[in-house]
């Protein structure tokens, strides 16, 4: 991921010289008629759209770097998106001043509220699954709070396990592609359906199996939460 992030920072740097030598390509521009093309003041927006897109290059680049040496790798992916969206929002909006073709009055409330939905629903969902869940112990149920969380019933878990290894998976319901964060319904090899909340691709890994034989696997962040969690269920399966 750390890699990944410093080549899409050196593509936004690259493209942003390439928007200002080829402003053509710019979406948007490159389908306008003639006529509202003399009306927009290109030279001023692709040198604009150049410092923008390496400006977030730059921060993307500097942000995966501390972001590694703090060992927060797990989150860059969430700065990512927020450089990403708050950069490209800003690159359109500010950019407005550069089209002087008149759209009337509706069009730019659309534009507007376009991108306000989108800053507020996107990474509030994403933010929602990068929120590791709380284990709450109520009697008989034990219960993993948050997005794609589920109840157990202390009496339907058949066994509990530390491991340090899971086979190879991949998403089928839910979210993934986030840094280390998967959650949700993942298919694996040997063990087929399984429920996933997992923070960290560092063992160990909690598997507790169902007595009809459903796994669910999780893990935290910190290997020290992981195995905190396994010691409570345990705890409370000898009762």
């Known amino acids: 991921m750390f890699i990944l992030n410093l080549f899409l920072g050196l593509f936004f740097i690259g493209m942003g010289f390439l928007v200002r030598v080829a402003p053509d390509l710019i979406s948007g521009y490159n389908t306008m ?3 509202k093309k003399k009306n927009v003041d290109i030279d001023g927006f692709s040198a604009f759209m150049k410092k923008g897109m390496i400006t977030i290059g730059l921060i993307m680049i500097a942000s995966s ?3 590694k040496i ?3 790798e797990a989150y860059i992916s969430l700065v990512m998106l927020f450089v990403i969206l708050i950069g490209t929002m800003i690159i359109v909006l500010a950019g407005q001043k550069y089209d002087h073709n008149k759209y009337g009055r509706g069009r730019n409330i659309f534009v507007y509220l376009f991108f306000g939905i989108i800053f507020l629903f996107v990474p509030g969902m994403v933010m929602r699954s990068f929120i590791p869940p709380k284990t709450v112990i109520k009697e008989e149920i034990i219960q993993f709070t948050g ?3 589920f109840k157990l019933n202390i009496s339907d878990i058949a066994s509990v396990d530390l491991v340090d290894t899971i086979p190879k998976h991949k998403r089928t319901n839910g979210v993934g592609g986030l840094g280390y964060i998967k ?6 090899e040997s063990w087929g359906a399984c429920r996933v909340l ?3 691709n560092t063992p160990p890994f ?3 199996t169902k007595n009809d034989g459903e796994k669910f696997i999780i893990n935290y962040y910190k290997p020290a939460e992981t195995e905190n969690t396994y010691k409570q269920i345990e705890l409370l399966k000898e009762k």
Do not use: M, P, R, W
């Open 33 to 35: 008629s003639k006529e």
């Open 65 to 67: 770097v501390v972001f």
């Open 70 to 72: 703090t060992h927060l």
């Open 147 to 149: 997005s794609y969380g």
């Open 183 to 188: 959650k949700g319904h993942f298919k694996f």
């Open 198 to 200: 997992l923070h960290s």
């Open 206 to 208: 909690l598997i507790i």
